[in-house]
């Protein structure tokens, strides 16, 4: 039994068309999967392209892949052949509940599986599209990826160090971003659904979730009307709040408050900085950053992370060393938290998601597919064209 019917017994006859490659469709449809739905995975002769993102490659396919996909059945489906396309749609109205949906702008209206035919067919059924610039707008028939939406949403204007060139945030944030509003969406739509019986659209897209990222950032220009600098390792408005150099490392203060401040002050051996005209508020250590910057970092080089964290938290003043990806695997705090789960009759390991239900993580309950394993099972009998 999938393990995941434990947490939502809501999900666990649920149906969902994946129609869906490379991130954000892929990685909506694996949350629903690990909370007890049943995934179709419809794939491209060839197969969903991230299956090639690599390497390295794992058990068959890129690690990317495997990452987005466990828990699925994989169906190919050419979608041109129009027989293989009434089989896709006789499926969709006869067993989903859900379809999920990542094709590039106009693909789904061509090939009449767009939401608003599928729903006049099956009236139940909710229908997420997750577009790149979303349904309306100038831009609405362009597609989209990670990095281009980092860039035009705002967000890499704001990520690196003054005088520097615009860096990516290197996790795929707006992808899976797209897949977590579209989860929302859709339990949204369940709910609604279990009152009215009807299903719905639902419209999520990258540009959308770029801009959601940086609303802080936007609110503070909106209020101000004055674009703040790229800002390191910290944050427009809160002073100090960074990364600092440490003996044997970098270390990251959040001294956010005026009494955490002060703490900072104590714990570093200057008292005296918190009586400063410059510091005694966060509006003056935000005009006086600089000056104060400088000197918390001639004062932290001095000695090693493990010292300050000590010496920090024994004042109260959150800390964290920056940790690089072994590291934060390796943390006994991860692994208090059971984090790093096991796939199934595979080699493979994955980040399980960061929900829990009564101290329960939902867990992987099947690997992730070979390409077209399940597609005898779910259009065994596929539709001559003529």
């Not at 800002?231 to 956010?256: N, R, W």
């Not at 410059?278 to 493990?306: C, I, W």
């Amino acid at each position: 039994m999938n393990s995941s019917h434990l947490f939502s017994s809501a999900f666990k006859d649920l149906i969902v068309v994946e129609l869906g490659s490379s991130v954000a469709a892929p990685y909506a449809a694996q949350i629903l999967s690990e909370l007890g739905a049943r995934v179709i995975k419809i794939e491209k002769p060839q197969g969903d392209d991230a299956r090639r993102w690599g390497p390295p490659f794992w058990e068959g396919a890129s690690a990317f892949f495997q990452a987005l996909n466990r828990n699925k059945d994989s169906v190919v489906c050419d979608l041109r052949d129009e027989g293989q396309r009434a089989a896709l749609i006789d499926l969709i109205v006869s067993k989903a509940d859900v379809v999920v949906q990542n094709l590039r702008p106009g693909h789904v209206e061509e090939l009449g599986l767009d939401g608003q035919t599928l729903l006049a067919l099956k009236p139940s059924l909710i229908y997420c599209n997750l577009g790149a610039f979303g349904q309306q707008g100038p831009l609405k028939s362009k597609p989209g990826y990670d990095p281009l939406m980092q860039a035009f949403g705002g967000i890499m204007s704001t990520t690196g160090e003054v005088g520097r060139p615009s860096v990516r945030v290197g996790a795929s944030i707006v992808d899976m971003g797209t897949g977590m509003w579209s989860v929302i969406g859709i339990l949204t739509a369940l709910l609604n659904k279990r009152e009215t019986g009807r299903g719905q659209c639902i419209d999520v897209s990258l540009y959308e979730t770029a801009t959601q990222w940086v609303s802080l950032l936007a609110a503070q220009f909106l209020a101000s009307g004055e674009l703040s600098p790229k800002q390191g390792s910290g944050a427009p408005g809160i002073v100090p709040y960074k990364a600092y150099q440490v003996l044997d490392g970098e270390l990251v203060i959040a001294a956010g408050s005026d009494d955490l401040f002060r703490a900072l002050s104590q714990a570093l051996g200057h008292p005296e900085w918190a009586k400063d005209p410059r510091f005694l508020t966060n509006p003056d250590r935000v005009k006086h950053s600089k000056e104060l910057y400088d000197m918390l970092d001639q004062v932290l080089v001095g000695q090693t992370s493990a010292h300050w964290q000590q010496v920090l938290e024994a004042q109260g003043v959150p800390c964290a060393p920056i940790q690089n990806l072994a590291q934060m695997l390796e943390h006994d705090q991860t692994k208090a938290l059971g984090l790093v789960q096991e796939v199934s009759g595979t080699g493979m390991k994955f980040l399980g998601l960061p929900l829990s239900f009564n101290g329960v993580r939902p867990a992987p309950y099947g690997p992730p597919p070979k390409l077209g394993q399940d597609s005898q099972a779910w259009l065994g009998s596929l539709k001559d064209p003529g």
